[in-house]
T-cell receptor, first 113, second 114 residues
Framework: EADIYQTPRYLVIGTGKKITLECSQT?????MYWYQQDPGMELHLIHY???????EKGDLSSESTVSRIRTEHFPLTLESARPSHTSQYLC????????????FGQGTRLTVV | KNQVEQSPQSLIILEGKNCTLQ??????????LRWYKQDTGRGPVSLTI?????NTKSNGRYTATLDADTKQSSLHITASQLSDSASYIC?????????????FGRGTQLTVWP
């Protein structure tokens, strides 16, 4: 079983609030990712990191920001939540070359009202 | 454009029956192909991963095949169980970048009825 954890699992929040979605992994993986997934749709990469102090934007434009101060921790922040941010957010990690496994967290279901 | 297409979009079968899910991709240069199972409201869990040289790989009742020449893969589920009801996602990785970019299909929603 993968050792990657996301909190909270579910979040309902009002428009304009600042939120941080937490993601932690205990496998020592260098690469970490954030994906956004709407119901019945594919996952879209919004942020990724090669290691500490490395963050890059993904394919899907997102108003969120990320940080990677520690190897095991990759939080995602929305400064001012909007209803358009309602979605499922999935965190993943992997190590080494592309052939290695990518492990996913359980996801955070965000609803902005 | 790198793409991953899955079919069918959804499938309903009776418990105990077999089924086959399809995945076609245009990702290049190809690195590996993975099949994930995603239960509703949860993160994807890996079933199999295959590189260019592998034609088939099994994981219990799940058997994945890969034809790198035609860029097609299939996932065969044998003797289906109610717990197999989930979305099955085909994911292809390229080797054209350090990141090893992952390209996701939209998934096949499988429902197993008793």
């Amino acid at each position: 079983e993968a050792d990657i954890y996301q909190t909270p699992r579910y979040l309902v929040i009002g428009t304009g609030k600042k939120i941080t979605l937490e993601c932690s992994q205990t496998m020592g993986h260098d690469k970490m990712y954030w994906y956004q997934q709407d119901p019945g749709m594919e996952l879209h990469l919004i942020h990724y990191s090669y290691g500490v102090n490395s963050t890059e934007k993904g394919d899907l434009s997102s108003e969120s920001t990320v940080s990677r101060i520690r190897t095991e921790h990759f939080p995602l922040t929305l400064e001012s939540a909007r209803p358009s941010h309602t979605s499922q957010y999935l965190c993943a990690s992997s190590e080494g070359q592309a052939a290695t496994e990518a492990f996913f967290g359980q996801g955070t279901r965000l609803t902005v009202v | 454009k790198n793409q991953v297409e899955q079919s069918p979009q959804s499938l309903i079968i009776l418990e105990g029956k077999n089924c086959t899910l399809q995945c076609n991709y245009t990702v290049s240069p190809f690195s590996n192909l993975r099949w994930y199972k995603q239960d509703t409201g949860r993160g994807p869990v890996s079933l199999t991963i295959m590189t260019f040289s592998e034609n088939t790989k099994s994981n219990g009742r799940y058997t994945a095949t890969l034809d790198a020449d035609t860029k097609q893969s299939s996932l065969h589920i044998t003797a289906s169980q109610l717990s197999d009801s989930a979305s099955y996602i085909c994911v292809v990785s390229d080797r054209g970048s350090t990141l090893g970019r992952l390209y996701f299909g939209r998934g096949t929603q499988l429902t197993v009825w008793p």
